[in-house]
């Protein structure tokens, strides 16, 4: 079974600095879809960005991109210019391409934004 | 649009009355999904569904069961509840090999 590890329970940073979320994950498959999704106090569940894993070029949305690292297993988020719209709960989520289209999530990373 | 709507949004319930959660999806995804959300664990996939009249168990599917009679309607049940059962329960659906969209969540509370 596939498992999602977010290692770093809280983060913080300053407003316009950038920051660095990690998520590394364990899988034996080759072809995936890994997901950031964001969820703030509204708790709504918003998509950040996506990443399919046989794609070599990091994907990139406005000022969140990622760093994939498919040899190490390593998926982390960087957003840059950090605004106080982005203080939420961060989840690192894992799909396969094989079967049903369900996800698995990491633990959640929160992050506060320091004005 | 209203995309995934989950009903009702919050609930409280006492130790062994039964209930059922309402998601339904105006954007005709042929997935459904119902997730737990616990303080400190992420989001656990409880069933899902690939399809009308389908149902599969997905991570912790104890104590719960679901139905989708009709492709927009995913129903999850609670026959007995325990407050081992107090959590946030979300909803989502998706096309297949597309990103899941998710409902604002139904916080159910069991005393």
């Known amino acids: 079974a596939q498992t999602v590890t977010q290692s770093q329970p809280e983060m913080s940073v300053q407003e316009a600095e950038t920051v660095t979320l990690s998520c590394t994950y364990d899988?034996?498959?080759?072809?995936?879809?890994l997901f950031w999704y964001k969820q703030p106090p509204s708790r709504q569940m918003i998509l950040v960005i996506r990443q399919e894993a046989y794609k070599q070029q990091n994907a990139t949305e406005n000022r969140f991109s990622v760093n994939f690292q498919k040899a190490a297993k390593s998926f982390s988020l960087k957003i840059s210019d950090s605004q106080l719209g982005d203080a939420a709960m961060y989840f690192c989520a894992y799909k396969s391409n094989f079967g049903n289209e369900k996800l698995t999530f990491g633990t959640g990373t929160r992050l506060t934004i320091i004005p | 649009n209203a995309g995934v709507t989950q009903t009702p949004k919050f609930r409280v319930l006492k130790t062994g009355q039964s209930m059922t959660l309402l998601c339904a999806q105006d954007m005709n995804h042929e997935y459904m999904y119902w997730y737990r959300q616990d303080p400190g664990m992420g989001l656990r996939l409880i069933h899902y569904s690939v399809g009308e009249g389908t149902t599969a168990k997905g991570e912790v599917p104890d104590g719960y069961n679901v139905s989708r009679l009709k492709k927009q309607n995913f129903l999850l049940g609670l026959e007995s509840a325990a407050p081992s059962q107090t959590s946030v329960y979300f909803c989502?659906?998706?096309?297949?090999?597309?990103?899941?969209?998710f409902g604002d969540g139904t916080r159910l509370s069991i005393l």
């Open positions: 899988t034996s498959e080759s072809d995936y879809y």
């Open positions: 989502a659906s998706s096309e297949p090999y597309q990103p899941q969209h």
